[in-house]
């Protein structure tokens, strides 16, 4: 059976599996220009369970960051969703939403609340002109007006505290702290409303190894503790294999594989994952030998015909240059490989 033609229902509203938080079906978005549009995303469709934490994983132009952009909504001019929806599915059972369709100020309500955004640079997600605790509270009073200023600084403690920042921090500015303190206050910021759902972009890129490590071991911490589900999109593999609970291989705008994490460290299908699986060390054996993927990834505006790694791949056929695969199932995955057609589940 393939992807698409596992379409549900038309209306957004239309209820999706109970542990569904976001449903994501045939996003495409362009980038418009003087000549002919560029299309970054083609057909990406995956669904997210709750609490689950879902890895985007691709070289730069692979489409993971546009993707990223379009499910939250901060994509700006020229990159629009030409078409395809992102329905969120709220966890109170009300109908699903499709964030595409809605409304700046219907989104601006959503925002934080059940979907919030960590962004690959603190420095930019955090205003460096005002203490890190009176963006919590700015945040959190927006959103609860309710609460009295006291009991909100008394919150951004609480939260800082969750990412092992102490409470004293709350009075510095951003560029008082270090960039692995910068980086968890933002994820702290980001769960300051419990949203069900938190995107992050590449969000320990900027970060020293041992700090990359304390912040996923409190991204996986805090998780278990509330539940919310996560995007996660990163560059690195190894990361996503010790994080993820599955993951999705991006290549030219495209969804190529989708599976477990252990399934893609133990048995990637598709080439290019099993070349990325192969371009790292081991990690939990000696180094024997890495291999890298020969050639670079291609230019959106020239795609070739057939399948876009053709040029790249190792087992490449003479039908893969004509024919662009389709993303099929196999077993409780999915490739979009001409190598895996006849083991798809129809
Ligand atoms: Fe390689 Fe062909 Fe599979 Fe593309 S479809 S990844 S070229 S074997």
């Known amino acids: ?44 469709t995956f669904q997210l369970r709750r609490g689950e934490i879902l890895g985007v994983v691709g070289e730069s132009g692979s489409g993971k960051s546009t993707l990223i952009t379009a499910l939250t909504r901060l994509q700006r001019p020229p990159a629009v969703t030409t078409s395809g929806r992102v329905v969120f599915h709220p966890q109170s059972g009300a ?23 960590v962004l690959q640079s603190a420095m930019d997600a955090l205003n ?10 700015d945040v959190l009073r927006v959103h609860d007006r309710s ?27 951003p560029h008082e702290l270090s960039g692995g303190m910068r980086q968890r206050a933002t994820i702290a910021l980001a769960l300051a409303c419990r949203p ?4 992050m972009d590449e969000p320990t890129t900027a970060v020293d190894v041992v700090m990359q490590r304390q912040i996923l071991a409190q991204v996986l911490r805090l998780r278990r503790e509330f539940g919310f589900a996560v995007v996660f999109v990163t560059h690195d593999l190894s990361l996503l294999l010790e994080l993820a609970d599955r993951i999705a ?21 598709h080439p290019y994952a099993q070349g990325l699986r192969d371009s ?8 024997e030998r890495l291999e890298g993927i020969p050639g670079s990834p291609p230019d959106l505006r020239a795609l070739p015909n057939g399948c876009p790694f053709a040029p790249r791949c190792p087992a490449v056929m003479d039908r893969c240059r004509t024919e662009l695969p389709a993303l099929l199932t196999h077993g409780d995955r999915s490739v979009a490989c001409h190598l895996h057609d006849e083991e798809v589940v129809r």
Do not use: K, N
Not at 128 to 137: D, E, I, N, S
Not at 254 to 267: D, F, P
Not at 280 to 287: E, G, M, N, S, T
């Open 95 to 117: 109908p699903g939403i499709d964030l595409v369709q809605l409304s700046p100020r219907s989104l601006r309500a959503l925002r934080w609340t059940s979907l919030s955004i």
């Open 147 to 173: 609460l009295s200023r006291a009991a909100a600084w008394d919150e951004a403690r609480r939260l800082l505290g969750l990412v092992g920042i102490s409470a004293d921090r709350a009075r510095s500015y």
């Open 128 to 137: 460096p002109v005002m203490r890190v605790g009176a963006q919590f509270v």
């Open 1 to 44: 059976m393939t992807i698409t033609e596992t379409r549900r229902s038309d209306d957004p509203r239309a209820a999706a599996p109970s542990d569904t938080v976001l449903d994501v079906e045939g996003l495409c978005v362009e980038y418009a220009g003087a000549g002919a549009p560029v299309r970054a995303c083609t057909d990406v």
């Open 196 to 199: 069900e759902l938190v995107v």
């Open 249 to 269: 291989v991006m290549y030219a705008g495209r969804i190529v594989e989708l599976a477990s994490a252990a399934e893609l460290y133990r048995t990637p299908l």
């Open 280 to 287: 790292f060390p081991p990690l939990h054996a000696p180094v």
